[in-house]
DNA sequence: TTACATCATTTTTTT
DNA sequence: AATGATGTAA
């Protein structure tokens, strides 16, 4: 490359940034720390810098590791890079940290005593895995709850706390029964060939600690680091950071403590509170820009961030004008709240230039999703829930999966469980208790085990035969599994093993959908089998076990998208709804208790910065949650946000909809509520005869007759039909 | 051993 | 409300 080109091109590069941003991309090396506000740009700063680094800078692709916080954040990330470097951008490592980590160990397995093909255990299988601990140890799971110790464990794991470290630092008797458990959990993970989640962190840095030539050789290796997200790293992974960064020193981090919401994981926020403590000579560049929402917007975020007291200043200014006031609406209770957001969905649709796709409802919890799922399903607003049970949580996608890591590992003794009686052929617990102690006997897992069945005295003949016919089934898949593609195994093994029929004689929709969804699955293992012809079963597995949901999700749609606050990390929305503000929903009951109310405010600052152009929140006097009824007052987040950039409205609940804009009421003032005579009272005479009206799924038509009870009968103009509907319940308005 | 029923418990967020 | 654990009958 000539240096004019070279000049260009590095030029095309920084184009269209801002002088902060500027800086950011060129900032030659050394310790660097990125402050970058919601919106500021962020991703494009990251593209740019690794861009940067690659033509102007001479850094090899290879030689730079970008660490992000999902799978699809890397996918996109690469993506990016590649449109402005081209695919020499395919050698970097762009990735999590459990998938870098993973991607090192499966190099490195065989000096920490595991074998390369190892397992990834997911929470689900954590859990499984201490309860068999906590039985073995004789503690009652009633008083040391496997989910509670599976808790403390990954805490621990977190902080690089080993058993016999955390044993030290016991001070109580329920850390001392969590002690003895996580020391055989990890026993028994290691016999099974598996790592946690969190062992993928730990065992790296454990890697590095223990074969300081391995540490040399990564971290002369990557001359860059890069991390995004740096305030949601947990101290392992700022261990992981540090050892890898040490040499070179060139470490750039990207994140703002304000969106730090993760701390129930691990993540410590002083991991960017103090970077420049650990890296005196870092240069701070803050990002303070907002390209995406209005100035409304980004006031109201400000205004209730800065409640919190530990954090670095900073206030985020934007060019795209005033916009309209954040609206707040309380309602009656949850449905009256979905029902709100549905008829607000509706005019912005019909009335506005918004898209479906164009609008984003965030709630804390994803209970939360149900009523608004089934008012939107009434309204035929079409919608797409993010979270929530995912894809490979569900049942029959680990159960698949189950089989073809016990094909590969027969040590998973996790997996083995779960599937030797799946569908059932005879195997129940009194038979595989009677393995167990036979394989601990003998010190055999339990796949070696059920192939000697026949040794076993106290087996029922018929038990003898349904395990040595398992194994026997296991042995031969695996045999199919060494020649044939990822895509044919599966199908080879639901078929073989009578899961696809045991589910097909339900005779049931669920497992229908329960079959497509292995059919997906099976689909999924095509794609790998075409993107990687020479790739393996262990492969496929253990690229699949960090792989979640999240990673598709990202495809622009023309439905409505529900989530979590916590879901909507990263993304952006024109219209957000943010739901449930209330008092104990969000912010959450559990978080008042816990003093962890600062982040709850993030989370809040969060949700409110995706929004782009117009903001809501929703909050309802009284709401069943988790079958109980109660009461609770306006979120403190909403108190929180100045007068002058709201607008309260409370709708007079069903008069709304024979009303024009919406809203029937305006500005009722901050806790105003609404007459408790008015309410539940159908208000019919909203609409007459000849009245012109829109329904959400029928489309235009005529009041033809006004009933008692509150139901109107209209004729649509579409197909001259003619309906009674419930004023009520129905997605009808006047137009 | 399995299928079914009843009982109890547990409700945040996820790589 | 929904899920999981436990108990009971076949």
Redesign the pocket.
């Known amino acids: 490359m000539t240096d004019i080109s070279k000049d260009t091109e590095t030029a095309a590069l920084l184009e269209g940034l801002n002088e902060p941003q500027r800086r950011a991309v060129t900032s030659p090396g050394g310790p660097l720390l990125v402050l970058a506000g919601a919106g500021s740009g962020k991703t494009r700063v990251l593209t740019h810098r690794v861009a940067f680094l690659i033509t102007a800078q001479g850094v090899r692709p290879h030689e730079i590791l970008a660490i992000t916080?999902?799978?699809k954040a890397a996918s996109e990330m690469k993506e990016r890079i590649e449109t402005l470097v081209g695919p020499i951008a395919r050698t970097m490592w762009v990735s999590?940290?459990?998938?870098a980590c993973a991607r090192i160990l499966r190099r490195e397995a065989p000096v920490l005593g595991y074998r390369q093909n190892f397992t990834i255990y997911?929470?689900g299988d954590q859990v499984r895995l201490i309860?068999k601990c906590l039985a073995e140890l004789d503690f009652d799971?009633k008083r040391f709850?496997p989910?509670g110790v599976h808790a403390v464990i990954s805490s621990a794991k977190n902080r690089l706390l080993d058993a016999e470290a955390f044993a030290e630092m016991v001070d109580s008797f329920f850390d001392d029964t969590v002690a003895r458990t996580y020391e055989l959990y990890q026993k028994k993970l290691f016999a099974n060939n598996a790592m946690d989640?969190d062992d993928l962190l730990m065992r790296t840095v454990d890697l590095f600690h223990r074969f300081p030539e391995r540490l040399d050789h990564y971290r002369h290796s990557f001359r860059h680091i890069l991390v995004d997200e740096y305030q949601d790293t947990n101290h392992a992974q700022y261990s992981l950071v540090n050892m890898l960064g040490s040499e070179h020193r060139n470490v750039c981090v990207v994140g703002d403590d304000d969106q730090s919401?993760?701390s129930?994981?691990g993540a410590d926020i002083r991991n960017i509170l103090d970077f420049e403590k650990d890296y005196p000579e870092a240069e701070v560049i803050k990002l303070e820009q907002n390209y995406r929402s209005t100035q409304t917007i980004l006031s109201a975020a400000n205004h209730v961030i800065t409640n919190n007291r530990d954090r670095k200043s900073k206030e985020l200014w934007t060019a795209l004008g005033q916009g309209n006031p954040v609206r707040i609406a309380e309602l009656e209770d949850e449905h009256t709240e979905a029902r709100f957001v549905a008829g607000e969905v509706s005019s912005l649709e019909h009335e506005e230039d918004f898209h479906h796709g164009d609008i984003a409802v965030f709630y804390?919890?994803?209970?939360q999703s149900?009523v608004l799922e089934d008012t939107f399903v009434r309204y035929g607003i079409p919608y797409r829930v993010v979270?929530g049970t995912r894809f490979y949580e569900r049942a029959e996608i680990k159960d698949g999966l189950a089989y073809l890591l016990v094909i590969d590992n027969p040590a998973d003794s996790v997996s083995f469980a779960r599937i030797v009686?799946t569908p059932?052929?005879?195997?129940?617990?009194?038979?595989v208790m009677a393995l167990t102690r036979f394989a601990d006997a003998e010190g055999l897992s339990l796949m070696e085990a059920a192939a000697r069945a026949g040794e076993i005295a106290d087996l029922r003949p018929a038990?003898v035969h349904a395990l040595t016919a398992f194994s026997r089934q296991m042995t031969e898949l695996a045999v199919t599994a060494a020649t044939s593609p990822v895509a044919g195994t599966l199908e080879e093994t639901l078929t073989g093993c009578g899961y696809i029929e045991a589910l097909q004689s339900e005779r049931t929709v669920e497992a229908e959908g329960r079959i497509e969804n292995l059919m997906e699955l099976v689909g999924v293992a095509e794609e790998y089998d075409r993107r990687a012809p020479q790739g393996s079963l262990s492969e496929f597995l253990q690229e699949i076990s960090?792989y979640?949901d999240?990673d598709k999700l990202a495809e622009p749609s023309e439905a409505v998208t529900l989530m979590?606050l916590?879901?909507a990390k990263g993304l952006e929305f024109p219209v957000v709804f943010i739901i449930g503000a209330e008092e104990g929903v969000f912010p959450?009951s559990?978080?008042l208790e816990?003093q962890?109310l600062e982040e709850e405010r993030r989370l809040c600052y969060v949700g409110m910065t995706r929004a782009m152009q117009r903001l809501y929140f929703t909050h309802a006097s009284t709401r069943?949650l988790?079958?109980?009824r109660s009461y609770n007052m306006a979120s403190r987040f909403i108190a929180e946000l100045p007068d002058e950039l709201v607008k309260v409205e409370a709708p007079r609940s069903r008069a709304r909809y024979g009303g024009s804009g919406g809203f029937a009421g305006a500005d009722l003032g901050a806790g105003a509520h609404e007459g408790s005579g008015e309410v539940g009272q159908v208000v019919p005479e909203f609409f007459h005869e000849g009245d012109r009206v829109v329904h959400a799924v029928f489309g235009k038509g005529v009041v033809i007759g006004v009933e008692a009870g509150g139901t109107v009968a209209v004729r649509f103009d579409l197909d001259s039909s003619e309906r009674k509907l419930m004023v009520e319940y129905a997605p009808l308005r006047k137009a």
């Open positions: 916080f999902t799978n999590t940290f459990h998938a997911d929470a309860k799971v709850p989910k989640f919401i993760y129930w994981r804390r919890v994803n209970a149900r979270g009686n059932k052929r005879g195997i129940g617990t009194a038979t038990a960090l979640t999240m979590t916590h879901n959450h559990r978080s816990e962890n069943n988790y079958g109980a």
